[in-house]
């Protein structure tokens, strides 16, 4: 019900949470350019100054969902993950042609691994009220 970076942030968390293993679908090739949403908001306020029409908002660094994955664990020492290769990767590739918005100015200020951070402890603080989940109303009752 979420998109890969929401989705294996709470999937961490909670197996941070009960030591559980963490699930992912496909094999982890498939590869995205993320964006952090501070660098987005920045971007699309250049946007608005700067260009009309339409524009790609990207980081311009790809990385693969295994990456993701490597990543969050590294952060919460969560080390069990289950590939799950019925479930599909989804596109292999995607990533953006810049060049419209690298015109406005824009550079991405935070590093994926900057950007996941900063995702990742923004959803530990809020967890109680960022998604109203099962397993986090259990938590709160517990």
Known sequence: HSHVI???VRK???????GAAVMVWGDGSAERDFCFSE????????????????VNLGSGEVASIAQI???????T???????????PNGQ??????????ARCGFTAHYS??????????WYVKNA?????????HQLSES
């Open 128 to 136: 109680l009220t960022a998604r109203k989940n099962s397993f986090i």
């Open 12 to 18: 961490f968390f909670e197996a941070q949470q009960t």
């Open 92 to 101: 292999s590739h995607r990533s953006y042609d810049l060049s419209r918005l």
């Open 69 to 75: 994955v490597r990543l969050l664990s590294k952060m």
């Open 39 to 54: 660098d987005a908001a920045r971007a699309l306020y250049l946007i608005m100054q700067h260009q009309t029409g339409a």
């Open 112 to 121: 994926l691994a900057e950007g996941l951070q900063k995702t990742y402890d």
């Open 77 to 87: 020492g969560v080390q069990d993950i289950i590939w799950d290769h019925d479930k």
């Open 6 to 8: 929401p989705s294996l």
